[in-house]
């Protein structure tokens, strides 16, 4: 059984930073794309952040780039995500999802709510 299960979310201030890991079970993690995606109160999903399986290729949205890192250690089936300076507009579920735009993305996890505000 697949499984991904996120953490790290919380309460900062803005300017502040916090660091989301997913532990990936059920599937052999290091031969699958992963993704960030986030969904804030009233809107869509909104695509994060994504990395190629071995870790060597990634990607982010213009409105992280250069705040946030996607990271993985394949020894540990984990998946992180490093997310600095962060802004109100940040704050959302963050979800951690197998597979990308062109293979599909076939598993999500519950999510972390992360939420930036004074």
């Known amino acids: 059984e697949v499984q991904l299960v996120e953490s790290g979310g919380g309460l900062v201030q803005p300017g502040g930073s916090l660091r989301l890991s997913c532990a990936a079970s059920?599937?052999?993690?290091?031969?699958?794309?992963m993704t960030w995606v986030r969904q804030a109160p009233g809107k869509g999903p909104e695509w994060v952040s994504g990395?190629?399986?071995?870790?060597?290729?990634?990607s982010y949205a213009d409105s992280v780039k250069g705040r946030f890192t996607i990271s993985r250690d394949n020894a540990k089936n984990t998946l992180y995500l490093q997310m600095n300076s962060l802004k109100p507009e940040d704050t959302a579920v963050y979800y951690c999802?197998?597979?990308?735009?062109?293979?599909?993305?076939?598993?999500w996890g519950q999510g972390t709510q992360v939420t930036a505000s004074s």
């Open positions: 999802v197998k597979g990308s735009i062109t293979t599909g993305y076939d598993y």
């Open positions: 990395i190629s399986n071995g870790g060597g290729s990634s």
């Open positions: 059920g599937f052999t993690f290091s031969s699958y794309t």
